[in-house]
């Protein structure tokens, strides 16, 4: 059985840091493309960021350069470290899961089979 939970979030001011984790159980991240995804309220879920078992990324614009997404294959788990955070990367932030990975990456939330629950991240001006 697939799952993932998510852990990190909170609440921190304009140019400050998070890191976030994805502790999976039911398949192998190594094996797999992982994303995060976040969606603010009243707005679509975005992809953020995402990774492929060749470690091949991919990222919002928004967050190049201030988001770096990595997974720890002896852990089974996917983080997305968060700098310079900025009110308009508030939001719910999800991890996501496509079990057979391809090279390439995607940030469309159908290329991805398996989600999260989520953890919420609040960022004040």
């Known amino acids: 059985q697939v799952q993932m939970a998510e852990s990190g979030g909170g609440l921190v001011q304009a140019g400050g840091s998070l890191r976030l984790s994805c502790s999976a159980s039911g398949f192998a991240v190594r094996l797999a493309s992982m994303g995060w995804f976040r969606q603010a309220p009243e707005k679509e879920r975005e992809g953020v960021a995402s990774i492929t078992y060749l470690n091949a990324t991919l990222y919002l614009d928004s967050v190049k350069g201030r988001f770096t997404i990595s997974k720890d294959n002896t852990k089974n788990t996917l983080y997305l470290q968060m700098n310079n955070l900025q009110p308009e990367d508030t939001g719910m932030y999800y991890c996501?899961?496509?079990?057979?990975?391809?090279?390439?990456?995607?940030?469309?939330?159908?290329?991805?089979?398996?989600w999260g629950q989520g953890t919420e991240v609040t960022v004040s001006s």
């Open positions: 996501a899961a496509r079990r057979v990975s391809y090279a390439s990456g995607s940030l469309g939330p159908a290329f991805f089979g398996y």
